[in-house]
């Protein structure tokens, strides 16, 4: 039996919106110059016939979602041509319930079946689509069924997720460890959420490995466009206090000078924190214990500033079962490309991981599932960026000021393509700029997640794919 406020899916398009970086930006073996934004919106009804719309949307970053040798070009072929088959699948998921209930089980009982399907037509014998990027592709439509569920019941959709809105608590969705004490019968995401969300929150700001720390590191190939370029400028700029290092991971020498000279610009200019990204690419823990040994050693005050550091070692947690308390006994350890689910959370835990780096662009639904489950473990929580401009930005801070990070939230697509998102901005300007290091949530409200689309000036290209269910 279900609840008066119980929706299904009645259709579904989607728009690809192309976005060009003024500096690039590197993911580990690879750089980043363009990326494809994907836009859907869902249509979704009561049993009452009552519809409205929800609107999502993810960059495609291919580099970050699908890192290989495959070519650029056929990689992000595949990952929008799977957004197109997507769009036919969730136009018409006929279960019905709540977002997080529907979310759930397109992503046990759909996915990946269509995933395997999928590789089996398009890539025959080539290597597959991997499950991360097929959650990507997913995560715009997901984000879109959670947009209009709070629009049709005329509310915000983070006051939706408890027993008065939900069919199923988290024991449906959820499995504790044994013997931990822990338990999610009769428990719902709201009992994990703030009831109140942070109005502004600490602005995290990426520091590439192409990015000019110094004024003897232009070349006169730089962007004139009015924004910085160097990294104490955008400090100064922004008031920022928060820095996130991007590193190598297979070059110990050049990753232990790049976090000493960041380190050194932030204590010249008053920032706080510092995070280290080891992009995936490291592959024991003795490489990340010995940088942070030597820093301690020979910098203490730089070593005090890292807050944590983010997933140095492989994306395929199953794969590469690394005991990493060793790390995590230096500096609090965060899951981020690993954590595609709970489930991959209880086993980083397992190995020794201390917290998680949540995405929106893994789905809302299991962002939020995720979320649930490690703060119930007893793990901290941070919101990470995949550089989100547009609408994209909305949910991203959102997460953050609701599931109460350990510091704020990463946000950087002011840096690398700030002019992409000009209309939302003249709707939301506190969230498309940081001042005094941080970003303003005061403009978002409404129902759903209080985009306030029809307020936003932006023309649409036209659908790449549009469905009735």
């Not at 009452?48 to 699908?66: D, H, I, K, N």
């Not at 720390?213 to 400028?233: C, F, I, M, N, W």
């Not at 070692?313 to 609090?332: C, G």
Request: charged letters at 20%.
């Amino acid at each position: 039996m279900g609840k008066l406020t119980d929706i299904h899916t009645v259709g579904a398009a989607l728009y690809f919106l192309p976005v060009q970086t003024r500096v690039a930006l590197k993911f580990g073996t690879e750089t980043l110059t363009q990326v494809t934004c994907a836009r859907a919106r869902v249509t979704v009804a009561d049993d009452q016939g009552r519809t409205a719309e929800g609107w999502g949307e993810t960059p495609l970053s291919v580099q970050w979602v699908w890192p290989s040798a495959v070519p650029y070009e056929e990689r992000h072929g595949m990952l929008k041509a799977f957004c197109v088959e997507l769009t036919d699948l969730w136009a018409s998921i006929r279960t019905r319930g709540h977002p997080i209930e529907l979310g759930h089980d397109f992503l046990e009982t759909v996915l990946p079946g269509w995933l395997e399907g999928f590789n089996r037509r398009h890539r025959r014998g080539k290597e597959p689509v991997p499950l991360l990027a097929a959650l990507v592709c997913c995560s715009p439509f997901d984000l879109a069924v959670h947009d209009a569920y709070g629009q049709l019941h005329g509310c915000p959709t983070y006051e939706t997720y408890h027993a008065g809105f939900m069919n199923r608590d988290l024991g449906h969705f959820l499995q504790a460890v044994p013997h931990s004490g822990v338990s999610f019968a009769g428990k719902y995401p709201a009992d994990f959420l703030s009831t109140h969300r942070k109005e502004s929150l600490a602005a995290w700001h990426l520091v590439g490995g192409l990015d000019l720390l110094k004024e003897a590191e232009r070349t006169g190939s730089e962007p004139q466009d009015g924004y910085p370029v160097l990294l104490a400028d955008w400090i100064q700029r922004d008031g920022l206090k928060c820095l996130k290092v991007k590193l190598r991971g297979n070059d110990a020498a050049w990753d232990y000078s790049r976090l000493l000279k960041v380190g050194r610009i932030a204590l010249d200019n008053a920032v706080d924190w510092l995070s280290a990204d080891f992009n995936c690419t490291v592959t024991e823990p003795d490489y990340v214990n010995a940088i942070l040994d030597r820093l301690r050693d020979e910098n203490p005050r730089i070593y005090g500033m890292i807050l944590y550091v983010e997933q140095p070692f492989p994306y395929d947690l199953e794969r590469h079962r690394m005991d990493v308390r060793s790390v995590s006994a230096r500096k609090p350890l965060f899951l981020d490309e690993s954590a595609h689910d709970w489930r991959l959370v209880r086993l980083g835990r397992e190995l020794g991981w201390s917290g998680v780096a949540l995405k929106t662009c893994k789905t809302q639904t299991g962002a939020l599932l995720s979320a649930c489950w490690a703060r119930a473990h007893g793990m901290s929580l941070m919101v990470q960026d995949l550089t989100n401009p547009m609408l994209a930005q909305i949910p991203h801070v959102l997460l953050a000021a609701y599931t109460g990070t350990i510091m704020g939230v990463e946000t950087n697509a002011m840096q690398f393509y700030p002019e992409a998102s000009r209309p939302e901005a003249v709707v939301h300007p506190g969230l498309y700029q940081r001042r005094h290091g941080a970003v303003d949530l005061a403009s978002v409200r409404g129902p759903g997640f209080g985009y306030r689309w029809g307020e936003i000036g932006r023309e649409l290209p036209a659908p790449a794919a549009e469905c009735a269910g």
